[in-house]
């Protein structure tokens, strides 16, 4: 095994993923709450909300009263997910309350028509000028790419596609890339070999994995990203969310079961393990269903580690 990282990055992503996933509309003030409760677990980056079309996405058509609201450690990064320029516009009225911006597009030309109505080509130029206006008001910028290990309409994505695009992205400011394995079609021997590649193309960029558990190797992924010198990691407290396209393609990893894992290994996160338990737990509550995450139902190996 590869000499793994001592240290681990962690975005929290399940108040913007995970609620835009559910069925049924957060109340504004539970979901600040909820928020409220990760940024007390020491996680130092959380993707609080996004600004996409309320009619499309009415789960997050209270995006601004949710990051005016919330209150956060100053030791927190604060980031939104913007679609596009306008996404942006909306976004930078509330500018003193977040620090990151992350755009996304597929790799993958049939999902990315049936997610934004774009081809790659034109996403990637609609983000190029979202970045420059970004960067104008001092704005981390990190650009995802979805459907990185596969796609459910095409199958096999190409590494190289992938890795175009992501030359795109930093050419244009971003200097954070997060691949995304949105509808859980990765495997371990997969992801080391691609992010060996990506950590030869890609000199100098923080490199992010995002793994959904929807095959159930989510963890595994992790495990192989790490053994390729992968140190930052995207997931969803109590494993909320998923990917609207196509149907069923739920479940990102739980940011319990990354945290539990990375600390029985001897990773560092500066995480609470407890603290972010209860938030999963009062997210269930919230829901009024059970969640996915193992963490939540078991506990974990050692309460010490947390």
Same mark, same amino acid.
């Given at each position: 095994?590869?000499?793994?990282?001592?240290?681990?990055?962690?975005?929290?992503?399940?108040?913007?993923?995970?609620?835009?996933?559910?069925?049924?509309?957060?109340?504004?003030?539970?979901?600040?709450?909820?928020?409220?409760?990760?940024?007390?677990?020491?996680?130092?980056?959380?993707?609080?909300?996004?600004?996409?079309?309320?009619?499309?996405?009415?789960?997050?058509?209270?995006?601004?009263?949710?990051? /005016? %609201?919330? =209150?956060?450690?100053?030791? #927190?990064?604060?980031?939104?997910?913007?679609? !596009?320029? *306008? $996404?942006?516009?909306? @976004?930078?009225?509330?500018?003193?309350?977040?620090?990151?911006?992350?755009?996304?597009?597929?790799?993958?030309?049939?999902?990315?028509?049936?997610?934004?109505?774009r081809s790659v080509a034109e996403s990637l130029d609609?983000?190029?000028r979202t970045f420059v206006r970004a960067r104008s008001e001092g704005l981390r910028c990190e650009g995802v790419i979805s459907t990185s290990f596969g796609c459910p309409y095409e199958g096999h994505v190409p590494v190289e596609r992938v890795l175009d695009v992501a030359c795109g992205l930093v050419d244009a400011g971003a200097v954070e890339v997060g691949f995304g394995d949105t509808t859980g079609?990765?495997?371990?021997?997969?992801?080391?070999?691609?992010?060996? /590649? %990506?950590? =030869?193309?890609?000199?100098? #960029?923080?490199?992010?994995?995002?793994?959904? !558990?929807? *095959? $159930?190797?989510?963890? @595994?992924?992790?495990?192989?990203?790490?053994?390729?010198?992968?140190?930052?990691?995207e997931s969803s407290f109590g494993e909320l969310g998923g990917c609207p396209v196509p149907a069923g393609a739920t479940g990102n990893i739980a940011t319990e079961d990354l945290v539990s894992m990375l600390h029985e290994m001897g990773i560092f996160t500066g995480i609470d393990l407890g603290a972010l338990i209860a938030a999963s737990r009062a997210a269930q509550g919230v829901l009024g269903r059970p969640l996915g995450s193992h963490v939540l139902l078991a506990g974990p190996v050692d309460w010490r580690s947390s």
């Open positions: 095994m590869s000499q793994l990282p001592e240290r681990a990055r962690i975005r929290e992503v399940g108040p913007r993923d995970g609620f835009q996933n559910e069925p049924e509309v957060v109340p504004t003030a539970e979901k600040v709450r909820l928020i409220e409760m990760l940024g007390a677990t020491g996680l130092s980056r959380i993707e609080v909300t996004s600004f996409v079309r309320p009619d499309v996405i009415p789960q997050l058509a209270d995006a601004a009263e949710v990051l /005016a %609201a919330v =209150s956060l450690p100053d030791s #927190v990064s604060v980031s939104v997910l913007v679609p !596009n320029e *306008r $996404g942006l516009e909306r @976004a930078v009225a509330l500018r003193e309350h977040f620090h990151e911006i992350n755009g996304f597009l597929s790799a993958s030309e049939t999902h990315n028509a049936k997610n934004v109505g609609g983000l190029s079609m990765a495997n371990p021997v997969q992801v080391r070999s691609f992010f060996e /590649a %990506a950590r =030869s193309r890609l000199p100098g #960029v923080e490199l992010t994995a995002h793994f959904h !558990n929807t *095959r $159930g190797q989510g963890l @595994a992924n992790v495990l192989a990203a790490l053994e390729a010198g992968v140190e930052s990691f």
